[in-house]
C-alpha cells in the first residue's frame, strides 16, 4: 500500500507513513505516523545529527 506521498530518490532509503495522531507539545506538533511503506534506494554514510553541529537541550 502506498499514499501517494512524492518520495526523495536521492537519498539513502525512505519510510512512508500515514498519520494516525498528532500530540501539541509547547511550540511543536509531534506527528505519529503507521508505516505503509519503507526502502533503500542505495548503500551510503548517513547523515547523523552529531555530524550537522546542531544542538538540542542543555
Known amino acids: 500500500e502506498e499514499t501517494g506521498c512524492p518520495i526523495i530518490t536521492d537519498s539513502l532509503g525512505y519510510v ?3 498519520v494516525v495522531g498528532a500530540v501539541e507539545t ?7 505516523g503507521e508505516v505503509i511503506s ?5 548503500e551510503g554514510k548517513q547523515l547523523s545529527l552529531e555530524e550537522t553541529g546542531w544542538q538540542y537541550g542543555g
Do not use: K, Q
Open 16 to 18: 512512508e507513513c500515514r
Open 26 to 32: 509547547g511550540d511543536h506538533t509531534v506527528f505519529v
Open 38 to 42: 519503507a526502502g533503500v534506494h542505495r
